[in-house]
């Protein structure tokens, strides 16, 4: 893969890190996406080379350090998203649209999940509103991803 490439993954990886602290007004608040979770499923599927485990756990720290989270929590739950992404990636890539689909909201559910799991220890979870709507507008971004950028 060539250098400007590279520089473009974690570009975006940058990019979602910075979206995850825009402020949105309270209604569109619920529907913002886990934006680190979704350019890491992006990360796997269109670069596996460059989506390592330390590169997920780098930018969970990131996002912990930015949106004021317990240090470790989003690294944690950004390393089980790869490690589970970078497992499936055969089968996602090779499945039909539709399937595609369904095991990325496998792994985001499990991702969100794990967060509001740890995070709950540290009165962090949220509502269970919010996690769903984040999982679903997460999903549809998926959705896009796959039946319009043909990863």
Not at 13 to 33: K, T
Not at 63 to 84: E, I, M, R, Y
Not at 101 to 111: D, G, K, P, S, V
């Amino acid at each position: 893969m060539t250098e400007g490439a590279v520089m473009r993954n974690y570009a975006l990886l940058g990019a979602a890190l910075l979206m995850s602290v825009v402020p949105l007004p309270q209604l569109l608040g619920l529907w913002q996406p886990p934006w680190l979770a979704v350019a890491l499923i992006w990360l796997v599927l269109a670069a596996p080379e460059d989506a390592r485990l330390t590169v997920a756990a780098a930018a969970g720290l990131l996002q912990d350090l930015l949106v004021g989270s317990p240090l470790g929590l989003h690294a944690l739950t950004a390393t089980v998203l790869v490690f589970l992404a970078g497992n499936m990636r055969q089968r996602i890539v090779t499945s039909p649209p539709w399937l595609r689909f369904f095991l990325a909201m496998l792994i985001m559910t499990a991702y969100l999940g794990l967060a509001a799991l740890i995070g709950g220890w540290f009165d962090y979870a949220g509502s269970w509103a919010g996690i769903a709507n984040s999982l679903m507008s997460g999903g549809v971004l998926i959705l896009i991803a796959f039946l319009f950028l043909k990863v």
